[in-house]
């Protein structure tokens, strides 16, 4: 099978990072409706959760969520391998591997950050995917691990990984802490490094290199770009998705004024009903909806009608036209579901 070169892999200069618990299909549909352009990524799937695990549940994807990429964690090649190429077989624009998530449950399964010790084995598992498929296979990884952090050590590591056939690294600007720090803390107590990455993209001036960590607001997403290839946001763009409605304009050049967000969420609406309709709950849909609206007269009403009332309504679209109200309204009279009328009220024994 013939390797992608490197001018025919895409160029993705903004992508949001994949984060456990929260970047599903669900979440990444809205996403999708905020911008059009945005490399979207998985939440971690193990080798072997992909390769015997439910794969509709777990990689089920809808059409409108490409560019996505599909993150893998493990330290076997061959199953690795496996499931890359189960992963290429559904549609996925890319394979990440994971060599940066700290946590204990990570950890003693031997994938995550803790492989930043092992580059030679994280490089004969990009080999093993790369080989196997004709999509892109990429790496997110720290700048270090515990003690091991000088900038040295973290460039040879990526020299190695790169050795294997990766072309596109994906760092998160701090080290990882493997004893001592819960995973949250790893997100925010070791310092960031914005240099170390900066200094790698000088220095390999023909890898990829994403930057991921810290970055909340707009200025400083666009002076990272000016210094590496590719930006990775992560929390901002979950607990606060408008942050991304300018990201097709300002980072791709697109002509069209930014997204509408009441457009957004009246569409979010119509999918969860029609998601709602085929056997998804309610509640895990709308718990991504409800950070849309933020900082805003009526946010607050927005967030607890969203979260309170979704399992009291038969129809999402009412449940979210109802919660714009709070925003349209924001010193109007609260709604109550009691005086709802009768069409829009689930009936018992109906859930969400």
């Known amino acids: 099978m013939a390797l992608p070169s490197r001018a025919d892999v895409p160029v993705y200069r903004l992508s949001v990072a994949p984060m456990m618990e929260l970047t599903d299909r669900h979440f990444r549909y809205l996403m999708r409706l905020i911008t059009k352009r945005t490399l979207l990524f998985t939440e971690m799937l193990t080798a072997n959760a992909v390769i015997h695990g439910d794969r509709d549940r777990l990689l089920g994807h809808d059409a409108t969520e490409h560019p996505l990429a599909l993150q893998l964690g493990g330290s076997e090649p061959e199953l690795l391998r496996e499931a890359a190429v189960i992963g290429e077989s559904l549609g996925y624009d890319e394979i990440n591997m994971n060599v940066g998530c700290p946590s ?12 930043m010790a092992e580059p030679e084995l994280v490089a004969g598992c990009v080999e093993a995917m790369r080989t196997a498929v004709s999509i892109p296979v990429t790496v997110k990884c720290r700048v270090g691990i515990d003690r091991d952090d000088s900038y040295d050590l973290f460039e040879e590591f990526v020299r190695k990984v790169a050795s294997g ?15 001592g720090l819960s995973p949250k803390e790893n997100r925010t107590v070791p310092p960031l490094r ?8 000088e220095t390999l001036r023909s890898l990829d290199i994403s930057i991921n960590g810290g970055i909340e ?3 400083d997403l666009t002076e990272h770009l000016n210094k590496v290839d590719g930006v990775m946001i992560g929390r901002e763009a979950y607990y606060n998705p408008s942050f991304m409605l300018p990201a097709d304009r300002e980072v791709y050049g697109e002509s069209q004024a930014d997204v509408d967000k009441r457009e957004v969420a009246l569409e979010y609406g119509a999918y969860m009903q029609r998601q709602f ?13 409800v950070a849309l609206y933020r900082e805003v007269p009526g946010a607050r009403s927005w967030r607890r009608h ?6 009291d309504y038969s129809t999402a679209e009412a ?17 109550q579901v009691d005086s709802l009328p009768e069409a829009q009220v689930l009936k018992p024994g109906a859930t969400g």
């Open 104 to 115: 204990d449950r990570v950890k003693s399964g031997r994938f995550g950050a803790c492989l």
């Open 165 to 179: 056939g990766c072309d596109r690294f994906y760092v998160h600007a701090r080290k990882a802490w493997l004893d």
């Open 194 to 201: 914005y240099e170390y990455v900066y200094r790698l993209k």
């Open 217 to 219: 607001n707009w200025p």
């Open 277 to 289: 309709e085929s056997g998804v709950p309610m509640s895990l849909m709308c718990r991504h909806l």
């Open 306 to 311: 969203l979260s309170m009332h979704h399992r």
């Open 319 to 335: 449940l979210v036209a109802d919660a714009l109200n709070h925003i349209d309204n924001p010193h109007g009279e609260s709604l």
